[in-house]
Each structure stands twice: as C-alpha cells, then as structure tokens.
C-alpha cells in the first residue's frame, strides 16, 4: 500500500488534479486530499488543485474557492498527485505538472488504469478514489470538511450505494464519515439525486428518442450538438442520462452518447451484471469500469452505434454460450 504521510513528509510544494470534466469522486477525493494536507502537513507551503470548472452543486465543499481553473505555466512542483484519472489523456491541461514533477503519484481505481506515475496505487475493486484516500489517512486526523468531500465523492461514485463497486467496506468506511457529523442528507441530496431544469429536460429528450435493442436488453440514446446548443446544456448537464437509461427495466447495458463536434461523439456506457463497459471502451481507445465506461469516437451517429452494438452482440453471444 501508498505510504501517503511518507510522500508528503519530505516535501515543500504539491501539487494535486484530477480528470477533465470532474465529477462528484473526482472533486471529492482532489478536495479531501487539499484539506488533509492542509489539516496535517505544515512543512507544504505550495499546495495547489488543478481542476476544470467544477458543478456548482459541489461548491459547498472547503476550499473549493481555491482551485485553480487556469492552467497557467507554473514552477515545477516537488510532487503531483494524480488522482480517478485512467490515464494522462484524462488529465487534460495539468498533465504538465505530471511532466514537471520531481516526483509522481497514482491514486485510482479504474481497471483500465495501467500506471503512468512514479508510484502508482491503483485499486480496481474500491468503489471510489475517494474510498481509497480514506484508507491512506489516518483516521483520527479527518476533519469534518475532509469527511464531507470524501462522502460526496463516495456517493457519487456508488450512484448513492446502489452500484455494484458498493462493498461492505465502502458502507463501513462511510458509516465512519457520517460519524464526523457531516450532513449526510444533504451531501446525498444535491450533489447526486437532484438535477437543473435544464438536466431534466436534457434527460427527458433522451429517454423520449431512445431506442431498444437485443429484445430489451440493451437501450441507446444520443443528443446532437444542436439540440445542447437548443437547450443550452454543457457536457456536465449530460451526467447520469446513461446510468438512468440502464435502470430501465430488462436492459442490461445502456448507451448514451453525445456530439462534440461533427462526426465525433462522446460514449458513455453503463451495464447490470455481466457486460463489460470497460472492454469496450478500451476497444475504442478509451476506459474505466466493468460496470461504467466511456470513450469517444468518430463517424456518423448510426456507425458509432453499429461498432459498439456489435462489440455488445459478442458478450451476448458469449454469455448465451456459457
């Protein structure tokens, strides 16, 4: 296991980010990991979180005021710490700092993860990078505002403990952050269930233009680039359409996917129980779980589709044969 506090003792300047477009795992665990330094390394006098524009849902959390959104050309930093990125291409501007750094740490728990730093801790079974952050502390040393990103970040990543990375010792390691006095219902609340107007009326056109597929066991959707500009959405308004897709009953996998610019789309996938999301993913250059991927990919919306139901088709075939 990482030896966090052995990292950190040594050094005077750190700096920490996570992956482009972040969500509620990402801003959870790059957060907790500020406010523990904070907390507990004095001797870091340079202690910088690289990250894009954040969901404003997530603002509440300390010292979020403190990101730094711009990715200026900064002095080297004596550590980075990378944290739930799979890869360097997810970090997007602040993998110059990764290439600056005297020294390099990995903390992620995506399975498509194959280590791109000097230390790499890399758990596919943690529910959350967050998850794992918790097991790095030291547990008498998390404060409450620690113990609120970490929760945010765990909640998000278990879609609020329903997902199947939820374990006992996720439920067990949360049950310990509750027992800080955080405001678990609201952390719950308005950082996962509720959503903008503008999301649910995102989210009512996709499920409204879906199509089923493999009798009811596979469901897609997709939004053109001119229906966002129509509604005004960004990206990060398009969180969760894909997991709300899968909750359709009889659908094992689900396949949301968005237009970033003409014959290029953003794929996001979710399964039930024995697809693997991530081995498609990874077929199309992209990554992360068994049970939620992504990747992005160029054509028409209709090729985009084919490739991917055909690499869908083969894992139901296989399990037909088993």
């Known amino acids: 296991?990482?030896?966090?506090?052995?990292?950190?003792?040594?050094?005077?300047?750190?700096?920490?980010?996570?992956?482009?477009?972040?969500?509620?795992?990402?801003?959870?665990?790059?957060?907790?990991?500020?406010?523990?330094?904070?907390?507990?390394?004095?001797?870091?006098?340079?202690?910088?979180?690289?990250?894009?524009?954040?969901?404003?849902?997530?603002?509440?959390?300390?010292?979020?005021?403190?990101?730094?959104?711009?990715?200026?050309?900064?002095?080297?930093?004596?550590?980075?710490?990378?944290?739930?990125?799979?890869?360097?291409?997810?970090?997007?501007?602040?993998?110059?700092?990764?290439?600056?750094?005297?020294?390099?740490?990995?903390?992620?728990?995506?399975?498509?993860n194959k280590g791109y730093a000097d230390e790499n801790y890399i758990v596919p079974d943690a529910s959350s990078t967050s998850e794992l952050l918790y097991t790095l502390f030291d547990p008498e040393k998390i404060s409450v505002p620690v113990a609120e990103a970490l929760y945010m970040g765990i909640v998000n990543d278990t879609g609020a403990f329903q997902y199947s990375c939820c374990s006992s010792k996720t439920m067990e390691i949360a049950g310990k952050l509750m027992d800080k006095g955080i405001d678990f219902t609201r952390i719950m609340d308005e950082t996962f269930y509720q959503k903008t107007y503008l999301q649910q009326q995102i989210l009512g056109r996709a499920l409204l233009e879906s199509m089923m597929l493999f009798d009811g066991r596979c469901i897609v959707s997709g939004i053109r680039k001119k229906d966002m500009d129509f509604y005004g959405v960004t990206p990060a308004d398009l969180d969760g359409i894909s997991a709300q897709l899968r909750n359709t009953k009889g659908v094992e996998v689900a396949i949301f996917v968005y237009e970033t610019k003409n014959q290029e789309f953003k794929v996001s996938m979710r399964s039930n129980k024995f697809v693997d999301v991530s081995a498609i993913a990874s077929y199309f250059g992209g990554g992360g779980h068994v049970r939620a991927a992504g990747c992005s990919m160029q054509g028409s919306f209709h090729d985009v589709l084919n490739n991917l139901t055909a690499q869908i088709e083969k894992q139901f075939l296989r399990e037909n044969e088993q």
Request: charged share 25%.
């Open 1 to 112: 296991m990482l030896n966090l506090e052995a990292e950190l003792s040594k050094v005077a300047s750190v700096a920490i980010a996570g992956h482009i477009r972040p969500d509620g795992d990402c801003v959870g665990s790059c957060m907790g990991l500020y406010l523990y330094i904070k907390d507990n390394f004095p001797a870091v006098k340079r202690l910088d979180v690289f990250l894009e524009r954040i969901p404003p849902s997530m603002e509440f959390i300390q010292g979020t005021e403190a990101i730094k959104h711009d990715f200026l050309d900064e002095a080297p930093y004596e550590l980075f710490i990378s944290l739930d990125s799979g890869d360097t291409g997810r970090l997007g501007a602040a993998a110059k700092y990764l290439d600056m750094a005297a020294r390099t740490v990995c903390i992620d728990h995506h399975i498509s």
